[in-house]
Structures are given as structure tokens and as C-alpha cells.
């Protein structure tokens, strides 16, 4: 898992992130302001932030790929998890700026203090070109995700996806005002920012979780036991305890064996757990066998 590989696949799901927002915020910003469109202008903002996001990601990966010291025995991966945190409170701060924005919005419009706009196709065409962007990169980089286990590509995807949601808002809102409902932009905008806002609660609820050291779920542990029955003198998995450490885990496992065995074969029995799990299971970092008479 910890592979030059696994690095090169992540800096690339990154590096794909922060060049098309670049250039998507460029574009955005720009025709936004010429084209006189605050949808497409709000978009373009929301590009910009998510550029500076990526250049935070970039500087934690660095401080993730540093090898394993004295001090941190299983590597720096943590980073990962603290870098998705960052995503996900970005991802929140640009959700609330955008209902922000709808909602004062839409009492102008509403009350006639402010007149919806008109966008030309040109705006048109950009925000449905940053739609099919986004969508082309949210599979791609969710692939990745699933290939490297790196927290951090699964947070950028779900905000890859949230810009799928912004830019259709916008540009049903665009569409919809030049069809005489000018009302609809920024009540799509507000709808959109709920989403958005939910998304970041999600990914840092998740990787909060990962961060904290919460115990995996039911099926690693039901793997876990599986394999140790299939070990010859392995009687009982008493007790099974769990460590996850950024994208590893370290298993603290507590084994039944034959109380008339030697204690030189108890300890046969516990080496040859301890070589089955590490081969069976890639992401497994360290594992700790007590074992003692069965029942005892």
C-alpha cells in the first residue's frame, strides 16, 4: 500500500485537481465579470477556492510521504487524514459563502430590488463544459481513491462532485433566466450550498473517525478471525482489537490454544498467525498475539 506507486497515482489525482481548477477559475472569473453573470462569477470563486485548497493538499502530502522515523514507527500517513479535514472544512466555508450569496439574492429579486440576468450562451457553454470536466475527473479520481485508500482523493472527488452540482445550478439558473424566471438562479444557488455544506460535514465525520484511531468495521474483523482458524493449533480468537494508523492497522489479538502444548509451540502457533495475517492482508502494519490455555 505504501508504494511509490500508490504516491505517484495520488500526486497525480491531485496534480489533475489543481491544474483544471486553475484553469477552470480562470475562465470562470473572467466570463463571469465580462459576461456579467454573478452564477457563473460565484463559480468561478468557488474555483478559486478549491486551487488554494489543492496547494494546502500538496504541502501535507510532502509531510505524509516522509518515510518512517524514530518517532512515528508506521510512517506519516496521518497527514492524509488531516489534509482530508482541510478539504472537508473548505468545502463547508464555500458552501455557507454560496448560500450566503443565494439567499440575499433571492430577497432581491423577490422583493424587486434587483433584476435577474440574462446570460449568454457563451456563459452557457462554459458552466456545461465545467460540468462534463468535473464529471470526467469525480470517476477518475474516485478509481484512484479505490486503487490507493488515500482519504484524501476520496474528500477531492466528493468536491469534484459538489462542483458538478454547483455549475448545473448555475447553469440551470442562467438557462432559466433567459426564459423569464430569473427567481430560479439563486434558489438553485441556495439549494446547491445545502448540499455542498452536507458533503464537508461528511468527509470530516469520516475521516475525523480514521483520525481518532475508531475501530474498523465488523467485516475486517470477521476476515481477521476467519484467517486465524485456518491456522493449525489456533483454537480461539478471545479477543480481537483493532488499531487503525492512517491507511495501515495493527492488530492486538488475544489466542486459545492448548493448555498441554509447550511454550515453544504456543509460540509457533502465534508466529505462524502473525506471517498468515501480514501476507493476507496488504494495509496490516504490525500484529500482537498473547496467547494462553483456551477459556482461561
Not at 511509490?4 to 485537481?17: E, K, V
Not at 481548477?21 to 470563486?45: E, H, P, R, W, Y
Not at 454560496?98 to 462554459?126: C, K
Not at 489456533?234 to 509447550?262: K, Q, S, W
Request: charged fraction near 20%.
Amino acid at each position: 500500500m505504501d508504494s511509490p506507486l500508490r504516491q505517484r497515482r495520488s500526486a497525480l489525482a491531485i496534480n489533475l485537481g489543481l491544474t483544471s481548477n486553475i484553469i477552470l477559475a480562470l475562465v470562470k472569473t473572467v466570463f463571469g465579470i465580462l459576461g456579467q453573470s454573478s452564477a457563473l462569477l460565484a463559480d468561478g470563486i468557488n474555483s478559486v477556492s478549491d486551487v488554494v485548497y489543492n496547494l494546502v493538499v500538496k504541502i501535507f502530502m510532502k509531510f505524509a510521504d516522509k518515510p518512517p522515523d524514530e518517532g512515528h514507527r508506521y510512517g506519516h500517513r496521518q497527514y492524509e487524514h488531516i489534509a482530508a479535514i482541510v478539504v472537508g472544512a473548505f468545502i463547508i466555508t464555500t458552501g455557507l459563502t454560496i448560500f450566503g450569496s443565494s439567499v440575499n439574492r433571492t430577497f432581491l429579486i423577490a422583493t424587486g430590488r434587483e433584476a435577474g440576468e440574462r446570460g449568454s450562451l457563451l456563459i452557457l457553454g462554459i458552466a456545461v463544459g465545467t460540468i462534463i470536466i468535473k464529471i470526467i475527473l469525480t470517476i477518475f479520481t474516485r478509481h484512484l481513491w479505490k486503487l490507493t485508500e488515500n482519504p484524501i482523493l476520496l474528500a477531492i472527488s466528493y468536491d469534484h462532485r459538489n462542483d458538478i452540482f454547483a455549475s448545473t445550478g448555475a447553469a440551470g439558473g442562467i438557462l432559466l433566466s433567459n426564459l423569464g424566471f430569473p427567481l430560479f438562479d439563486p434558489i438553485a444557488g441556495t439549494v446547491v450550498s445545502v448540499v455542498i455544506v452536507l458533503t464537508g460535514l461528511q468527509i470530516i465525520r469520516e475521516t475525523a473517525g480514521n483520525l481518532i484511531g475508531t475501530q474498523p468495521g465488523r467485516e475486517l474483523k470477521e476476515r481477521i478471525r476467519e484467517t486465524a482458524t485456518r491456522v493449525p493449533g489456533a483454537e480461539a480468537v478471545e479477543d480481537l482489537v483493532i488499531h487503525r494508523i492512517g491507511p495501515y492497522i495493527v492488530v492486538n489479538l488475544e489466542l486459545g490454544v492448548d493448555g498441554n502444548i509447550t511454550v515453544s509451540e504456543g509460540n509457533n502457533i502465534a508466529h505462524d498467525l502473525e506471517k498468515k495475517l501480514l501476507e493476507e492482508f496488504e494495509a496490516l502494519r504490525g500484529v500482537w498475539i498473547h496467547y494462553h490455555p483456551k477459556n482461561h
